[in-house]
């Protein structure tokens, strides 16, 4: 929880952004993602005076462009005393606030959904954004909205796939950068989680696999990368659209990797022909627009599936670090779904070598360790 003391530092910015007494300000905790950031949901009490001119809201056609770092944006923000609303972030320094503003202003100046910036103070970690609301995608879905909201996420997507890679100033999803994300999985899930020593992973299996999943991730078209675009961090706004939030980790990466979070979300299951369908229709939408890709829907499926055995073994580290570093036991309740798309990519491709040895490896070493894990009950996830 938010300490009383940054809370109350962030009170006393928000006064004097909205230029109101901290007495007439709602600054209430609202959930927030897997990192150390907090949000809160901001408005005014009854009664209290509204500031001097218009919060852009979600169906504003223009948004206001984002002032420097420690300034608030102009023109003036206002908030009346009905049900406006915005959301403030406190943001410690290891959530790379400054790529945050520098990607929200990138997404924004391409036309992508994202919330608009109203000021910030990166010294204290500080940010005031417009408020999308609570509806997230994954409540949203189901059977029989999949088709027409998968279809406007991956609009979004194309948006970003086409965004020029000389505008974008971002780090590049390189090898270092993969064989990094990797290791939080011998590390948090293996020894950590399941009590394995470190020399129980031979060496030569692992770094084959890096290996091929590094020239996987090299051999695609290569463009913006919301990195974890999924149905939690895209929001159902009031007028149809779907925004995207908790974009600052954005990078220049493979074209496969931001469907995959949408398609083999960690959180929600579909079955492999809805995700190839929906796949495929994303694919078609790029080579429209004149991007220039595989046009071998096949080897477009493989690099689709390795990229997505890349993060999903990343991912099933991080969840066993959520849990024992940072004391949130419930992304324990995800990992059997993480786990299905694991050793389904290692099934699927086992006649490839490094992926083979990986595979034989896997359910001889680490899933008799899962079978005790009481998270784990042996039956296929099928959340749909």
Request: glycine fraction near 4%; charged fraction near 20%; aromatic fraction near 8%.
């Amino acid at each position: 929880m938010q300490t009383a003391q940054p809370q109350a530092q962030l009170c006393w910015w928000l006064s004097r952004v909205l230029q109101v007494p901290e007495a007439a300000l709602n600054v209430r905790q609202i959930a927030g993602d897997a990192s150390p950031r907090r949000y809160f949901r901001v408005s005014l009490s009854a009664g209290s005076p509204a500031t001097s001119s218009h919060v852009p809201g979600a169906g504003d056609s223009a948004i206001t462009e984002q002032a420097s770092p420690n300034e608030l944006s102009e023109p003036p923000l206002v908030m009346s005393t009905d049900d406006e609303t915005l959301i403030a972030a406190s943001s410690p320094p290891s959530e790379n606030n400054e790529a945050f503003l520098a990607v929200q202003k990138l997404l924004h100046r391409a036309g992508l959904v994202v919330p608009s910036l109203l000021a910030s103070d990166l010294d204290s970690g500080f940010f005031l954004m417009e408020d999308f609301g609570d509806v997230l995608l994954s409540v949203r879905l189901t059977p029989a909205t999949a088709d027409n909201l998968y279809s406007q996420a991956l609009g979004e997507l194309s948006g970003l796939a086409t965004i020029p890679c000389v505008d974008a100033d971002l780090p590049v999803f390189d090898a270092q950068r993969i064989a990094d994300e990797l290791s939080v999985f011998p590390e948090w899930f293996l020894q950590k989680h399941l009590g394995l020593a470190q020399a129980d992973l031979p060496s030569a299996i692992w770094q084959e696999l890096l290996a091929l999943l590094v020239s996987v991730f090299r051999e695609q078209l290569q463009c913006v990368v919301h990195r974890d675009f999924h149905s939690r961090n895209i929001m159902c706004l009031a007028d149809g659209r779907l925004g995207m939030i908790d974009f600052q980790d954005a990078v220049l990466g493979p074209v496969t990797y931001d469907p995959v979070s949408l398609l083999k979300d960690c959180y929600i299951c579909w079955p492999r022909d809805d995700q190839l369908r929906w796949l495929g229709a994303y694919r078609e939408q790029l080579m429209a627009q004149g991007v220039e890709i595989s046009d071998d829907a096949q080897a477009f499926a493989r690099q689709f599936d390795l990229v997505g055995l890349q993060r999903h073994l990343r991912v099933m580290g991080v969840f066993a670090r959520l849990c024992l570093r940072d004391q949130k036991p419930d992304y324990l309740n995800d990992l059997p779904l993480v786990l299905d798309y694991v050793r389904e990519a290692l099934a699927r491709y086992h006649a490839e070598p490094a992926v083979g040895a990986f595979s034989d490896w896997f359910e001889e070493a680490v899933m008799p360790k899962v079978a005790s894990q009481h998270w784990y009950s042996g039956q296929r996830t099928d959340k749909y």
